[in-house]
């Protein structure tokens, strides 16, 4: 295959980390003069696995065990062939598609009723570099933890995704994606170069297109839709390419260095003899602290905090920051970000802890970042931006069902430090709006038993109600609160039950970059074949 050029033709010569080069055939013609590649070596026979097939129970289900669909056929698929060929089957018998690549996904997307064809992608988990496309290669069933042991054994870099070594890259970047990194080096979509998305056209037929950010690529829009709007709306990703703006030179300078250690500090207070006053100065010391170093390259943008409330049944509520070892005077910045965190307050840590761990290891450690255990695999998550610390009225909300009679040890709330890089990338830049924001809020609970799922589910939502009380339940754009991030998707949003702002999810999740994306999305997926009950609509 040719190299992607001003004649806007693509390659696909994979430079594998310890495999060598691996070229591919053509698959049929793109758009706009993109040509695809296809006859790619297949590792992995499409699978077909229907009812009463024993793989089938163990298939159904993604992370989440609240939700557990009942497709027709859930088709594993290991090549962009072979999702084209179960789209079009799709399509012309009328069967609703989703598809899946890690499973985490917080709703029932993957899972609706009306599903009745699953796409999973978990085979197509190939990660190296493309000489060509002068990027790496990133193939959606990807695990995280995969992709940061290959980026890192083969050329030493990284990209600032998140902790959970067992999510999925497909519905990771595609919804902007982000983590220990991202106060230094903003979000993963800030690298993402382009994609490969297989997209169904107005006469139902599918084909695999590849679009890039370049300025001159005629399908720069689906890009552009891929940083931060989503998956599920305008096709489904085969491959993304990663590399860094402006970035020269050889593999190993395309993307951030990855660093060689952690260091990790973790101090944890008891909630026996914690007064709500303490309490409301911790969580305000940690919101100014963040108002204070969020700028881009400002020096604590090294820092990741992460508070973790939880419920006072858990007896006690830690609070982590982490940050490369390496960094340049990285021990003052957590002794003055430590500081900051305990001024004003009297009641001793039972827990102060300061430890350095290979990089690696701590990212890719199983189990990490999970919302749930083996036992735990049932949970409801919703989510805010925050432009600042949250108000007194929202602190009293959070102690109050922090410390109420319903909540459990597996709920509470996290508070997790943003802002910094981020903020370097206009608004419109990418489909992730929130460029200002400082802080992610994400209010959590999890629990084993089916029997228990209304009194949880009702814990989490009134939670987030009294929080967002002032602005209609939920964290309507303005001074403090900017909306939700789509990667942590809440159908409630969408209800006028739990949402009475009169402000509509999308601009909760996309603010004022819904408009374009529903333009991508009547240019790319007219018949709608790709949707769910957050997707994006087209104009009306």
């Known amino acids: 295959m040719s190299r992607l050029t001003g004649r806007n033709q693509v390659s696909r010569r994979l430079l594998l980390a310890g495999a060598g080069a691996v070229a591919g055939g053509a698959l049929g013609a793109g758009v706009a003069g993109h040509a695809v590649a296809a006859a790619e070596p297949v590792k992995f026979e499409p699978v077909r696995i229907r009812p009463g097939d024993a793989r089938y129970e163990g298939l159904r289900r993604g992370n989440n065990f609240r939700f557990a669909g009942r497709p027709e056929e859930i088709r594993v698929v290991g090549s962009t062939e072979q999702v084209v060929r179960a789209v079009n089957e799709a399509v012309r018998a009328g069967r609703r598609v989703a598809v899946r690549s890690g499973g985490h996904c917080f709703e029932n997307f993957t ?77 993963v979509v800030d690298h993402l170069y382009g994609v490969e998305v297989v997209v169904a056209d107005r006469d139902g037929s599918a084909r695999a297109v590849v679009a890039t950010r370049e300025r001159d690529d005629p399908n720069r ?23 860094s703006p402006g970035a020269k030179g050889d593999p190993s300078q395309l993307l951030p260095a990855s660093p060689s250690e952690m260091l990790e500090a973790v101090i944890a207070w008891p909630w026996q003899g914690m007064t709500e006053r303490t309490f409301t100065r911790l969580v305000r010391n940690f919101g100014v602290w963040h108002e204070r170093n969020s700028a881009p390259g400002a020096p604590g943008t090294g820092l990741y905090p992460i508070f973790m409330l939880s419920h006072r049944s858990a007896e006690y509520f830690p609070l982590a920051v982490q940050a490369d070892a390496g960094l340049p005077g990285v021990d003052r910045l957590v002794n003055e970000f430590m500081s900051a965190m305990t001024a004003g307050t009297d009641v001793e840590p039972i827990v102060n802890s300061r430890q350095t761990m290979p990089w690696l290891h701590k990212m890719t450690w ?3 970042g999970e919302s749930g255990d083996a036992t735990t695999r049932r949970y409801k998550n919703k989510a805010a931006y925050l432009r600042r610390s949250l108000t007194g009225g929202q602190i009293a909300a959070v102690h109050r069902h922090l410390t109420n009679a319903t909540g459990d040890p597996g709920s509470g709330m996290l508070l997790i430090g943003y802002g910094g890089q981020v903020g370097a990338v206009a608004p419109t830049a990418t489909a992730v709006a929130q460029r200002d924001v400082v802080m992610k809020a994400v209010y959590h609970t999890a629990w084993g038993a089916e029997a228990d799922d209304a009194a949880r589910l009702s814990w989490v939502r009134n939670f987030y109600r009294d929080v967002y009380a002032g602005t209609g339940g939920v964290p309507v754009p303005g ?11 809440d159908v409630d949003l969408a209800d006028p039950e739990w949402n009475t702002s009169g402000v509509p999810w999308q601009t909760l999740y996309y603010k004022g970059n819904y408009r374009r994306l529903q333009q991508v999305k009547a240019r790319w997926d007219p018949r709608g074949v790709f949707r769910h009950a957050l997707s994006v609509e087209p104009p009306a």
């Open 479 to 489: 001074p403090v609160n900017d909306g939700s991030y789509i990667n942590y998707p």
């Open 366 to 368: 199983p189990g990490t």
């Open 111 to 187: 899972a609706d009723p009306a599903v009745k064809t699953l796409l999973d992608l978990s085979p197509m988990d190939e990660v190296g570099y493309d000489a060509d496309m002068r990027a790496f290669s990133v193939q959606p069933g990807a695990t995280l933890g995969h992709v940061y042991r290959t980026l890192f054994k083969g050329w030493g870099v990284t990209i600032p995704g998140g902790s959970c070594p067992a999510v999925g890259a497909g519905g990771h970047f595609s919804g902007g994606g982000y983590g220990v990194l991202s106060r230094r080096y903003g979000s």
């Open 221 to 243: 829009d689906l890009w552009w839709a891929h940083t931060g709007g989503g998956g599920g709306n305008f096709g489904i990703v085969t491959r993304y390419w990663l590399r």
